[in-house]
């Protein structure tokens, strides 16, 4: 482990990770541990600072977390923030107190001394606050340095023993210059250097995935997107043949996406990989079946018996590794001290049945989306897997809408590519978050050389989107949604209506189903 390294103390905070990459956006290495780790452990790290987080928690309560009271005697600079400095009250010798105004949201700041932390900032700054509680006496060797309308004692610092505390969120975007708050922190206070860099994440990430691992097995389940992508480069990176990659071809794939997913991955990382076709299975579990929810169980639990099965013929296998997001465990980070206990279950892979008895390895848990991508870019992966749009496990089995016949999904595998195409080279594939077609057994009524004609319709979803919470159509020009169209209808057999989806998430939802 880095010398340089920042430790965070989670305290089940939403914003923990946002934190951390900050720090990591400061190009300084910093890593997240549970609230409970012992002082020892943190000298043992050689960690620089200490960053006590948010939660959720009062101190006022009778079982609130605790961290170990002797991190405070280290010898290294401490900033709690929200939760973590009512923390300090308490522990330090100050007081804290249910307030009666709760502050929620936009706040003013007034600076009335700027010490290390505040050095170079304004006096008046908006910041985003989110607490209940409140510090009503500071611990001695504070001294109040900026108030806020509710929070007489907002931001409070002990310059000489490197002890600072915020009553508001300096990590969020909307707290202004709140980064360079907590730059003021790592460098002028912690003396931190600004060496980190995504190089560091591969290196540090891959000795930790040797020391884990072993001689161990390890088996992936690659789609062939981004996270399970980048995972596998970087366990293959460390352990080399022992992992194995298995991908699974579920018949709801994209036009040529097996050979493609194959191709790359054999030109690329002469990884062992494993591919199944197993169309057949799938299509036949959800024969006749119409409601989108058990679609989407009988996918998962496909997904499952086909992964099964090949692990058997794999062999003695120890680790399932996944590549499972910082945005994806955020509700999951255990506040009972044990993270792991509590990972999400996976809506494909996912839910693996306990015989399996599989070991998790999961190194981008901490990255998130944006993160992933520069590690992949890092890694070597070619620029067209790390920048394609996400795609569901359950593939085109949700965006034919009711029953999946294979009628359909060849239509819609044909119309799919289209789009793209034309996505591709007009330029706004990779301004959108999502962009592809849906398939709806309905059908109307048209004229093609003179013709009639009765044929499906396809709609066309195309999204913005910072992390599919919230999404909203993407205005893409008429001419190229016109050329998008006709090339549609031209083309693919059996399409003569081509409607564009308008809908912002929510109230709709991405996919169809
Ligand atoms: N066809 C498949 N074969 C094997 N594993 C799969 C397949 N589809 C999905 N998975 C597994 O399910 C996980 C979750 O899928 P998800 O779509 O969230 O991630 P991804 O496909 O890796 O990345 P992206 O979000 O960019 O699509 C994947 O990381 C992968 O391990
Ligand atoms: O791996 C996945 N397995 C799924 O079952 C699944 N369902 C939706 N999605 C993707 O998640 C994002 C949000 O989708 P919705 O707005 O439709 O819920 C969008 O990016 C969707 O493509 C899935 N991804
Ligand atoms: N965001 C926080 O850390 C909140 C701390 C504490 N739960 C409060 O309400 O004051
Ligand atoms: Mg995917």
Redesign the pocket.
């Known amino acids: 482990m880095s010398q340089q390294t920042l430790a965070v103390l989670d305290f089940g905070s939403q914003y923990t990770q946002v934190i951390a990459r900050r720090i990591r956006e400061c190009q300084v290495y910093s890593r997240i541990y549970p609230y409970s780790v012992t002082a020892a452990q943190l000298k043992k790290d050689g960690v620089c600072g200490i960053i006590l987080s948010g939660g959720p928690s009062s101190v006022l309560a009778k079982n609130a977390p605790l961290p170990d009271k002797k991190l405070f005697k280290l010898g290294v600079p401490v900033l709690g923030i929200c939760y973590g400095v009512q923390l300090m009250g308490k522990l330090l010798g100050g007081e804290v107190a249910r307030s009666e105004r709760r502050e929620y949201g936009r706040g003013a700041m007034t600076v009335k001394k700027k010490g290390a932390l505040l050095k170079g900032l304004p006096k008046k700054l908006q910041v985003w606050n989110s607490h209940g509680d409140k510090l009503t006496k500071i611990p001695a060797g504070f001294e109040v340095i900026a108030y806020t309308e509710n929070s007489e004692n907002s931001v409070i610092a002990d310059e000489k023993r490197g002890f600072y505390g915020i009553q508001f969120h300096p990590e969020v975007h909307h707290s202004e210059r709140g980064v360079e708050i907590l730059q003021n922190f790592l460098f002028g206070v912690c003396k931190c250097k600004a060496d980190w860099k995504m190089a560091n994440y591969i290196e540090e990430a891959t000795q930790l995935i040797r020391d884990q691992v072993g001689n161990k097995r390890v088996i ?4 062939g ?5 980048v995972a596998a480069a970087l366990i293959h990176r460390a352990i080399g043949d022992q992992l194995t990659c ?3 071809d ?1 018949g709801l794939l994209r036009l040529k996406e097996r050979e493609r997913v194959e191709q790359v991955f054999r030109d690329h990382f002469h990884v062992d990989l494993r591919v199944i076709k197993a169309g057949n299975r799938f299509l036949s579990a959800l024969k006749g079946v119409t409601d989108p929810e058990r679609k989407r169980k009988i996918i998962g639990k496909v997904f499952i018996d086909v992964f099964e099965d090949a692990v058997k013929s794999i062999g003695e296998v120890d680790f399932l590794a ?2 499972t997001l910082y945005p994806d465990v955020i509700e999951s980070v255990a506040i009972d001290g044990n993270p792991a206990a509590l990972i999400k279950s ?1 809506h ?2 996912g839910g693996l049945p306990k015989r399996m008895r599989m070991k998790l390895l999961e190194p981008l848990r901490e990255l998130f989306k944006d993160e992933v991508r520069r590690l992949g870019e890092e890694l070597g992966l070619p620029k067209e897997m790390i920048w ?1 749009h ?4 359950p593939g085109l089995g949700v965006r034919v809408m009711g029953e999946i016949k294979r009628k359909y999904l060849t239509i819609l595998k044909q119309a799919d590519a289209v789009l793209l195409d034309e996505m591709k080279r007009t330029g706004h594939y990779e301004k959108v978050w999502q962009a592809f077609c849906v398939f709806l057994p309905v059908k109307t009524v048209g004229v093609m050389g003179d013709e009639r004609t009765y044929d499906y319709v396809v709609a066309l979803r195309i999204v913005e989107s910072q992390d599919a919470m919230t999404a909203d159509w993407a205005h893409i020009p008429h001419n190229v949604l016109g050329v998008i169209s006709n090339r549609i209808i031209n083309e693919v057999e059996g399409v003569n209506r081509v409607v564009l989806d308008i809908s912002s998430k929510p109230p709709s939802t991405i996919e169809w189903e």
Do not use: E, I, T
């Not at 992936?220 to 789609?223: E, M, P, V």
């Open positions: 992936l389940g690659l789609s997107g981004v996270d399970s992508s298995v991908f699974v579920n996944q590549g996976h494909n892979v394609r996400p795609f569901p496990g």
